[in-house]
Each structure stands twice: as structure tokens, then as C-alpha cells.
């Protein structure tokens, strides 16, 4: 008994050790994502993953102003719970592409940073702007060495998401971060858009200065992490860059050992079509993966839904997301009872005022 004790002792340990981001909830699936009628954050939710109910009307949840302090403007909107299940955090890219010739940018498709934010409901939220601009000043260990010689050159901060990591250690000891994970281009020092990575602290406030997670020689975004049951994180990723088009890569560590990408799986039923923004998430009680991703050379563009197995593997089954009014690149969260109905109440609310 003694070792049968020791042993689920050692398994829990090293079930403790990976990194990954708490699921709760059983009732329901939130879809938290850029509108594709503004450069705001809108939610939907849904009993089923698939048809959805637009909150308040799918307008912003928040005011883009208020909390992309950079160009007042939010895109492709991360959400997940907290570390510890109080709470829940959210990364957005800050960009406005009406703001191109104000701030001087080459392209309308520029941008200067990202945007950290924290909630205790999903309704009031709390945040902080990242200019990367500024430099190494803005992070939290500012005399790293760092993988540019000039921010002030940087022209894009694409795209980030979250993923808690409890063996990363801080410089005073303490244990856990938030993996935040994006890709970035300046041009004056690199070829192509290339994922890096920093690290959040708990409070979500405190970045670390990005770090390269791989290179494979061509441009890469939009990249989508999980942990699956075969103990190896896999990543969705846009090849922009090669054969274009949405792939998985596979490592057993979070922050390298990235191989290529597996060239004859991939979503490939599109056609000609382009595809980014890619977002995995589980059906309650489905081992099994569901990838939602936009359609954007489309018109009217198209956000799907498909298939794929418990490996993140053979893709399949496309499908439209129904009922969300501009549905674009986002992210799915599992809802409780409660998280629902305080949601669908807000709206009601919300709806009753604008009348």
C-alpha cells in the first residue's frame, strides 16, 4: 500500500509539473473575439459550441479606448481563467488600421504592442498597455540581453495568447507565469514575422522581454498551443511563409524544441482560401477537438468550425459558426451555470438600456 501511496504521490506531482490552462465549467462555451464590424472585443455564448447567442448585441464589451492605450483599437482577443480559477485573464493585439497615417505607420497592417487584461466576472476589466516601442524598459528584467538592438524599428506585435506555465521561475524565486506568445516583425533586423515569447507574472501586470521560440526560415503567425493527452503540447500555426495554410507542429518542452510541422495534415479543405486565427477547444465530455478559424479571403468572409481527432490530427467536417453577428479571430472558454446566466443577464440589461 505503501507504494501504490508513493507512486500516485509521484504521478500527481508530475501531473502538477505540465504546463497547461484551467478548464472549468460543464454548462456552456464563451466566444471571446474581435469584431469583424469594428476593432473591438465581443463575447457570444453557447450550450453547444457551435450555434451562439451574441452579447449585448455583439458590440464591446469593453471600451477599446479605455484599454489599448497605443492605438485604441482591439484585435484578436485570448481569453482563459486565471492560474488559480479566480478570475480570468485576456490578451489582445492593440492596433487600429484608421490609425495608420496619424501614427506614421508603413502599413495599415502595422502595430507598436499588446494589451494585458484581468477580470474577477467577465464584465468589468482592468488592464495594461505594452508599447514596444519604448524598448526594454517596459518589461520587468529591462538588463536581459535582448533580441533587438533597436525597438524603436519594430513595426508588428501580433496576435498573443496564454499559457500558464507552474515551473517557471521568477528571479526572486517565486513559482509560475503566464506564457504569453506572439509574433513580432521589425523589419530593419529580420526578414520575416517569427513567434517569440515573454512571461507574465500572477498579478498580469509584469512582462518579461520576449525570448525567439522557433525559426523554421519562413513567416509564421497566429500560433494556437495545447496540451494533449499524449503528453506533447501541439501547436496550430499559420505557415504564411512555405506552403501557406494552417498546420500542427509538436514538442515536448513549452518554450523549444518546435519541429517543422507535419506537411500532409493540415487545413487543406479549403481549397484556395485563406485561413488564419486558429482555435482549439474541447466539447464537454469529447476527447476529441473542435478548430474554429476565419475564412478571410471570402466575401462576406467566413468563420468555420471542423473536426479533428484526439491528437489535433485529420482535420475535417467544416462547418459555420452560427449566430454570432462579425465573428473573427477569438478564443473559446467552457462556461459554469452560473458564468452563463450572469452573462446572458448583463446582456439583457444592456439591451434593455439601448432601447
Known sequence: MKKLFLSAMLLLAGMAAWAQNLQKGDYGYLYCHMSDRGQYTAYAI???GYNYEDIIGGNAIMDPKEHARIEGGQRDAYICRAWN?????????????????????????????IDLLKSNDLIHWT????????????????????????????NRVWAPQIFWDPNYVWDNGDNG??????????RPEEGYDRMYYSYADKSFTRLTQPRLLFDWGYATIDADINLLSDGLYHMLIKKEGGKPGIYTATS?????GWGEPVENDYVSFEGKKKCEGSSAFQLVGDKTWRVAYIQYSDNPKHYRICEADENL??????????????????SFMRLTKKEYKRLKKWSDRQNAKAK
Request: proline letters at 3%; a positive charge.
Open 177 to 186: 507565469g503566464y506564457m504569453i506568445y506572439y509574433s513580432m516583425l521589425n
Open 85 to 113: 480559477g479566480k478570475g480570468y485573464v485576456m490578451v489582445t493585439t492593440d492596433m487600429n488600421n484608421s490609425m495608420t497615417k496619424k501614427l506614421g505607420k508603413q502599413s495599415d497592417w502595422d502595430n507598436y504592442g
Open 252 to 256: 515536448k518542452q513549452l518554450c523549444s
Open 46 to 48: 453557447s450550450r453547444d
Open 127 to 154: 488592464s495594461v498597455s505594452f508599447d514596444y516601442r519604448k524598448g526594454t524598459q517596459i518589461f520587468c528584467n529591462p538588463q536581459a540581453q535582448s533580441v533587438y538592438k533597436d525597438w524603436s524599428t519594430i
Open 313 to 330: 490530427r485529420n482535420f475535417r467536417n467544416p462547418q459555420d459558426i452560427k449566430g454570432v453577428t462579425g465573428p473573427q479571430h477569438g
